[in-house]
């Protein structure tokens, strides 16, 4: 079984920073895709960003381009989301995500098979 923890999470004001960190343990997740969704108050789970098993491909949602970016540490079997120019509208509970195979970069929730518990995260203008 994969349990996933985020951390990092928090109050940040607009035009700050944040880092999210995710850390997996009960398997090695080299082969998985990694992602983040977040979930804002009375609306869906959306995503946010994928990196594929090795990283050499991500994918991020429009909104985040630009400022936020995914990583990975195979060796740690960790990943991270570096949130840079945050926006009150990046208020949301964020959550960490797996899949396999690792080499596709889908945008849909569903087909991740495992998640964190979320972490929230809240911007104040």
């Known amino acids: 079984q994969v349990q996933l923890v985020e951390s990092g999470g928090g109050l940040v004001q607009a035009g700050g920073s944040l880092r999210l960190s995710c850390a997996a343990s009960?398997?090695?997740?080299?082969?998985?895709?990694m992602g983040w969704f977040r979930q804002a108050p009375g609306k869906e789970r959306e995503f946010v960003a994928a990196?594929?098993?090795?990283?050499?491909?991500?994918n991020y949602a429009d909104s985040v381009k630009g400022r936020f970016t995914i990583s990975r540490d195979n060796a740690e079997n960790t990943q991270a989301l570096q949130m840079n120019s945050v926006k009150p509208e990046d208020t949301a509970v964020y959550y960490c995500?797996?899949?396999?195979?690792?080499?596709?970069?889908?945008?849909?929730?569903?087909?991740?098979?495992?998640w964190g518990q979320g972490t929230q995260v809240t911007v104040s203008s």
């Open positions: 009960g398997r090695t997740l080299s082969a998985y895709t």
């Open positions: 990196i594929s098993w090795n990283g050499g491909k991500t």
């Open positions: 995500a797996v899949r396999f195979p690792g080499h596709e970069l889908p945008t849909t929730p569903d087909v991740y098979q495992y």
